[in-house]
């Protein structure tokens, strides 16, 4: 199943998941009654501060992907040599080393792993710049089946959101109805 | 004769303080204005039209309402109601630039082809690639807009326009504004009488201006009456908003009430409106022969 929904309460509403849906892999919940109050804030805090770059990184690295998907779709071609792409390949390798080598508290364990999962997805997408089809109904299709794992990634980042560490999908700050007063 | 297509500006959520700084450049610890958010409907020639779409309540609204004070924001579905139409009846959304609030709702308009520059697209993907030291120029994208957006590609409803593109419709056109609020912003004007150059013309102008005052500010420093004020936000330059800005007014004759900034309140003193069941403005800007006011 493909998440195409990227609304946090619809990954955690109970749902009858088809074979190979993210959801059915999400680790359970920590039910140890204590485990909430076995993380500190400065755990949390720490956490923070180290995977905010990431998720922001991550996120940035999937809608510049897709916009390459998109300039495919509209020009039908795909060039592996420009510059926009070899950047997020580069952008990839970093980030996936560097979200895989943080350890989380146990309270962000869940959307932790859901970063790692979201990344692993990017990365088999990436991976597949280096053999691009020829030929512009080939290229569209080989565009339709990246934004589809395009999906997937985003949907994963969204569901790791959480407002209260900094981690939110969109920049609002610079946004022309947005001000901070 | 009359005219070929009814305008109306709708609003569909709004901020009650706004910086002012925001709207006018330069205007510091001068307080704040409400900001309407809204779009525009055109109706006319056998076509039902938008200039931009708003945002995604359901994926903004939560962070939106709590950290920026924006409110009351509805539907598509209740907005166009109140002037008779359902968003599945729209055929073409010009899309004047690719923030969220702009581009974020193209999911309720299933039908709908949409016109963006190629620009816009391009430059926000290299943006995206610049490191994190340059994040100012990439803000108030999403990404999920970019990957809704390849959807409508791969569906043949995106048309990536390059530059300037006449009779879109017949009689509305696509103008570039290169560097300006944005990368690829661009403007819409609708030539009423079908006429080039046109005597009866609107300019919907996106956030290219925000306010009126934006095209009537003070000159009295500089020792002339009025002059050209941008607004405070461009990742191009200042200096692109003016000659845009020029653009647009010379367009209409210099006739600055036919150059409408969808983020004016003042639009209530300027064009017949009215307050909807919602508590939101619709501003009627000009009605098409045979058409019926929906603000009366």
């Not at chain 2, 990404?143 to 957006?149: F, G, Q």
């Not at chain 2, 020792?223 to 461009?234: D, R, S």
């Not at chain 2, 017949?272 to 069941?277: E, F």
Request: charge should be negative.
């Amino acid at each position: 199943m493909v998440l195409a929904s990227t609304h946090q309460q619809e990954l955690e509403t109970p749902l009858v998941h088809l074979a190979g849906c993210d959801a059915l892999d999400v680790p359970p919940e920590d039910t140890d009654p204590l485990s909430d109050i076995s993380v500190t804030q400065d755990e949390l805090i720490a956490y923070a501060l180290a995977v905010r770059p990431l998720y922001d990184g991550l996120g940035r690295l999937i809608g510049q992907l897709a916009g390459l998907c998109l300039l495919a779709q509209i020009r039908g071609r795909f060039d592996p040599d420009f510059e926009a792409v070899t950047t997020p390949l580069e952008r990839a390798r970093e980030c996936a080393d560097m979200i895989r080598s943080i350890n989380p508290p146990k309270s962000a364990v869940r959307r932790h792993w859901a970063l790692c999962r979201a990344m692993s997805i990017v990365g088999d997408v990436t991976d597949q710049f280096s053999n691009p089809k020829s030929g512009p109904a080939q290229v569209r299709d080989q565009v339709s089946a990246w934004t589809d794992q395009l999906k997937r990634a985003n949907a994963l980042v969204r569901w790791a959101a959480d407002a209260s560490l900094g981690l939110n999908p969109v920049d609002f700050n610079q946004a022309c109805c947005c001000c901070n007063g | 004769m009359g005219a070929d297509y009814s305008v109306w500006v709708l609003e569909y959520s709004y901020v009650t303080k706004y910086h002012k700084s925001g709207v006018i450049y330069g205007a510091h610890n001068q307080g704040y204005v409400k900001l309407p958010y809204c779009y525009v409907l055109i109706k006319g020639n056998g076509h039902t039209a938008m200039v931009d779409v708003g945002y995604n309540n359901k994926e903004y609204g939560a962070t939106l309402s709590n950290r920026f004070g924006v409110e009351n924001w509805h539907s598509p579905k209740d907005v166009l109601a109140e002037c008779g139409v359902k968003p599945e009846e729209v055929d073409t959304v010009f899309i004047t630039h690719a923030h969220f609030d702009h581009l974020g709702n193209i999911e309720d308009f299933p039908n709908a082809t949409f016109y963006i520059q190629e620009r816009e697209l391009s430059k926000w993907i290299w943006a995206m690639s610049l490191p994190d030291r340059m994040r100012w120029l990439m803000g108030a994208v999403d990404p999920a807009d970019i990957l809704r957006t390849v959807d409508l590609a791969r569906q043949g409803r995106l048309v990536a326009v390059d530059g300037d593109r006449e009779n879109v419709l017949p009689g509305i056109d696509l103008h570039a504004a290169f560097d300006s609020h944005t990368y690829g912003s661009q403007w819409v004007h609708v030539r009423n009488d079908g006429q080039q150059p046109s005597k009866d013309s609107w300019v919907l102008a996106g956030d290219l201006v925000y306010v009126f005052e934006n095209m009537e500010f003070d000159g009295s420093a500089v020792g002339i009456e009025k002059m050209y004020n941008p607004v405070g936000l461009a990742v191009g330059s200042q200096q692109n908003l003016l000659f845009a800005t020029e653009a647009m007014m010379k367009s209409v004759q210099y006739e600055m009430r036919r150059v409408i900034p969808v983020h004016e309140e003042r639009l209530r003193d300027t064009f017949p409106s009215r307050i909807t069941k919602n508590e939101l403005r619709i501003s009627e800007i000009c009605l098409a022969a045979g058409h019926q006011s929906m603000v009366k």
